[in-house]
Each structure stands twice: as C-alpha cells, then as structure tokens.
C-alpha cells in the first residue's frame, strides 16, 4: 500500500480544514523545508496562525501529531530529485538575459526550468500508481477544456494508440447523459486542469467519480479545483498563461505516463501498434515511406 504524502492529505482533506488550518496548510505546501526545521510555534507564527492551529491541522490531516508530519515532511525532502531551485535558477538567467533579445535561450530555458521544476516534486510512487490506473481500467476518458484540450486531445490519441479504449471528452458535442450512464468502477477519467479552471470539468469529474470512476488529476496546484475530487494528483509546474508557456512542461508530464504504458506492457503495444498502423492504412492516404 502506497503512504499517502503530506500533500495527498492535505489536497483530500483542505475542504473539511478551517480558514486558520487551510492558511496554515497552505505555507506548508509553499514553505516544506521551513517547516521540516522549525517547532510548530514557529510554524504558526510564520504562517500568520498559532502552535494550536498546527497541531489541530495534523491530527485533521490523520497524523498522531506534528512531529509525525513533520518527519513525513523530512521524508519527502530527501526523496526528492535535486533540481538546485530550478525556477529561481530560470528567474536569474532570465535577469542576464534582458535586452540581449536571446529569444531562443530566453523560452528554451524557462521549459527546461520548468521540466525540472516538475520532475523535482513527482514521486515515483504516484507515478506508478497513475499507469497501473491506467492499465487496470477498461475504459479511459480525458477531459480538458480551454488550454487544456490540446493536451487532453494528444493524450486521449496516444492511449488509443498504445492501448486502445480511450475516449476524448468533447462537451457539448458528446451526450453527456448517455456516458454517464456507461460510467462505472472499470473506468477511469483523467482530467486535465490548469488556470483558468472551467467548471465543466469539474462538473464531469464529480459526476464520474459519483459513478464509481477513479480520477486522475493534472493539475498545477494540489489545491486546485480538481484536487478535492480526484483520487490522485500528478502536479505540473506550468507557468502562466498555460497555453503560451505552461504546454512544454504538461507535454513532458503527458510523455512519462504514455512511456509507463509502453514499459509496463511492451508486447501488448508492439501487437497495439502493428494493428494500428494495418487498419491506418486502410482508411487514412498517408505518404509513402512515413511511420505511425
């Protein structure tokens, strides 16, 4: 069984918490390497609530007390990729770069800043929990909407591909009532998220989920509107606005999960893809000597 992380149970918890207990575990979630080093009194103080407040919010969070929160903290801390503050790093050299007109340098460093931003804070656990969702599902659905479509398009695609049985959630030109009612425990929804939010799909997600459908979030923020609603949350560190600069990082995220599949199922694919490419062929004119 996978521990859940301080994270998880704050993203699953935050809507229960009181205001001073979601103020304080939102500096927790911004402030890890404080908090694995300072008492609670000092956590309260520098999160603009008190020791008592700490402490409530770690049994509320299903700890025996503070220090076994804060000994998941330090776990996690050491679990982590170094990625020497990879955003901090971004933010510098963009600094040196100004008026020196270096387009190119300037948007290839802030992706790779941001790659490494989300690789840093992904967790191989939850990683492998996400493909084996996949994997065990009989039927998949990704939904996305505004700068989260074209992920959520590329991403249903290439899981039609690799596997099979996926399906891209199109709004208003699907009916919505017929998938609900196909909806049950052998499926999983993975919804796509990222500023602005729109309520469809959250609205889709809690319907599903209602349903018996597992959820798997990709999201920028643990605390996003997803995040109370999802069973499991893959964290993206997109900057905004998401659809001229967040896409290289949620593209990187996407490509881990589609590898997953193909390692944990390598023959199956390869049978996937040979089938693939034999009914292609038959209904789509492609150019001669082109792969899939």
Do not use: C
Not at 162 to 173: K, Q, S
Request: aromatic fraction near 8%.
């Amino acid at each position: 069984m996978i521990m859940e992380s301080v994270q998880e149970r704050i993203r699953k918890h935050y809507p229960e918490l009181t205001n001073q207990q979601k103020l304080a575990a939102k500096y927790i979630l911004a402030e890890p390497k404080t908090v694995a080093l300072q008492p609670a009194k000092a956590v309260g103080a520098l999160s603009g609530t008190s020791e008592t407040t700490i402490i409530r919010l770690s049994y509320a969070l299903a700890y025996s007390g503070y220090s076994e929160l804060q000994n998941e903290i330090r776990s996690s801390l050491l679990e982590k990729v170094p990625k020497a503050d990879a955003i901090h790093s971004f933010r510098t050299a963009a600094v040196e770069m100004k008026g020196k007109q270096d387009l190119i340098s300037y948007n290839m460093e802030q992706d790779v800043a941001y790659i490494r931003q989300t690789l840093g804070e992904l967790q191989k656990d939850q990683l492998l929990q996400a493909i084996s969702r996949i994997m065990a599902a009989k039927h998949i659905l990704v939904v996305g909407f505004r700068s989260s479509f074209a992920p959520a398009h590329w991403l249903a695609f290439t899981l039609n591909v690799v596997r099979g049985n996926a399906h891209l959630y199109n709004g208003p030109v699907d009916d919505v009532n017929y998938l609900l009612t196909q909806i049950n425990q052998e499926w999983l929804v993975i919804a796509l998220s990222f500023p602005r939010y729109t309520t469809e799909t959250i609205l889709f997600a809690k319907a599903a989920k209602e349903r018996g459908a597992k959820i798997i979030g990709i999201t920028d923020d643990e605390l996003s509107p997803i995040g109370p609603v999802a069973d499991q949350i893959l964290k993206v560190s997109a900057p905004a606005p998401t659809a001229l600069k967040g896409m290289t990082a949620i593209f990187s995220m996407l490509n881990i999960l589609i590898s997953g599949v193909v390692q944990a199922d390598g023959e199956q694919v390869q049978q996937r893809l040979k089938e693939y490419e034999e009914t292609s062929r038959q209904i789509y004119p492609f150019v001669e000597g082109t792969e899939v």
